[in-house]
């Protein structure tokens, strides 16, 4: 069954340093992968997504996911964070077919010190 | 263009009662999702609706919980009669084709609290 897992459930990191997420899938084929963030009140937002071509991936707000197939992984980086990116992360792998709807992990929560 | 919006913004309720939730799309996007988070847990797939024929039903608890879409434009979500365990936020996304490629656009969710 397609599953996808974030170790990290809190990260906290200082403005301006750099910040990687970490997000692993279980998927038969070639995964679609998103990653989406969500600021409080706020719904889901997009930040970038990789269907197949360069595994480098960039997205909105200066966000960027690499795609290892061989490590399952696709996390997501920026090099330097700034106090808005306080936020809660999700990656996701679409499910195959027509259906598709969206497999999630639970989530990394980031904080950023002054 | 106006975003995915759902209404309310946050229900509390008894057990045993009932609760409908609303979801209204962004116009013009034939598939609409439902999802629900649990507190601790990841946020996972309810439904899926393509206008207004219930696509993939498969992540529905159990009969509790009826969803319907109104001549393919908003959806509602009935909760009857709620449960502790029905507590959580429950989202709605829609997109414009389906597949799982397809970006979906979320909206900010219903925080529900069954007391």
């Known amino acids: 069954a397609q599953s996808v897992t974030q170790p990290d459930i809190h990260i906290t990191v200082s403005e301006g340093a750099s910040l990687e997420l970490r997000c692993n899938y279980s998927?038969?084929?070639?995964?679609?992968l998103f990653w989406y963030v969500q600021s409080p009140g706020q719904g889901l937002q997009l930040l970038l997504k990789?269907?197949?071509?360069?595994?480098l991936v960039q997205g909105i707000k200066g966000f960027e996911a690499e795609f290892k197939r061989s490590q399952s992984s696709f996390n997501l980086r920026k090099p330097s964070v700034h106090w808005s990116d306080a936020a809660e992360y999700f990656c996701?792998?679409?499910?195959?077919?027509?259906?598709?709807?969206?497999?999630f992990g639970k989530g990394t929560k980031l904080s950023v010190k002054p | 263009e106006a975003g995915v919006t759902q209404f309310p913004s946050h229900s509390v309720i008894e057990k045993g009662q009932t609760v409908t939730l609303r979801c209204d799309p962004i116009?013009?996007?034939?598939?609409l999702y439902w999802y629900r988070r649990v507190m601790g847990k990841e946020i996972k797939f309810l439904l899926h609706?393509?206008?207004?024929?219930?696509?993939?039903e498969s992540g529905m608890p159990n009969n509790r919980f009826l969803a319907e879409r109104t001549g393919g434009t908003y959806s509602t979500l009935k909760v009857q009669p709620a449960e502790l365990e029905d507590s959580g936020v429950y989202f709605c996304?829609?997109?414009?084709?389906?597949?799982?490629?397809?970006?979906?656009?979320f909206g900010p969710g219903t925080r529900l609290l069954v007391l």
């Open positions: 996304a829609s997109s414009p084709v389906g597949g799982a490629q397809e970006t979906q656009y």
């Open positions: 998927y038969g084929a070639t995964p679609y």
């Open positions: 990789y269907f197949s071509g360069d595994t």
């Open positions: 996701a792998v679409g499910r195959g077919g027509s259906q598709g709807n969206l497999i």
């Open positions: 116009s013009g996007h034939d598939n």
């Open positions: 609706f393509v206008k207004e024929s219930k696509q993939d």
